[in-house]
């Protein structure tokens, strides 16, 4: 496969990924998490899908399209290790549905990172919210679910809180 065609495998899934668990909690009525920000294409598509309900964005620094720039009161700057947990203390177990794409080239890297990151990921969510990732997690109680037609296996992946 060349870099492309897993560029579009991982362009494909994130879109698949993201309009299936948009509409599997839509009944919940926490907060959406979007976690790296980046150009800004998903958090766009996810201002697209979701309706009624917030969508607040973990990002280190913006760097935005600006047609994709979340508002300031929605956007939590700084470092995931030490936003996630103040925002644990100010949500609870709350979020309805966190989208995670955190990661960047290197494939190793991004496998450890997500090993660090999942335990400060996994008590923000709602009963019966989901996450969904462009890099396995590892969380205790979380249960990985079945991607939706159109996903690529191995490219993303669901969970969520039973
Ligand atoms: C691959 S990009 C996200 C792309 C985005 N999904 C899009 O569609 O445009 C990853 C983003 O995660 C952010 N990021 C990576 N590690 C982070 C950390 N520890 N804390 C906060 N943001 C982080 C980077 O700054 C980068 O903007």
Redesign the pocket.
Known sequence: MSRLDIFIDRMTS?RACINFAAQATADLAGPVF????????????LCKVITGRDIYV????V??NPA?TPPADRTIL????E?LPQALQRFGATASFI?A????HNLQKNDE?ARK?SPYIEPLLAVGGMMVA?DRMYFDALCEIEIPEGAVLGRCFIYQKP
């Open positions: 994130q979007e976690l790296g920000l980046g150009n800004g294409r998903t958090y766009h598509h973990f990002e280190r620094e760097a935005s994709s700084g470092d995931v290790f936003t989208h794409d955190l990661g960047g990172f990151i462009s």
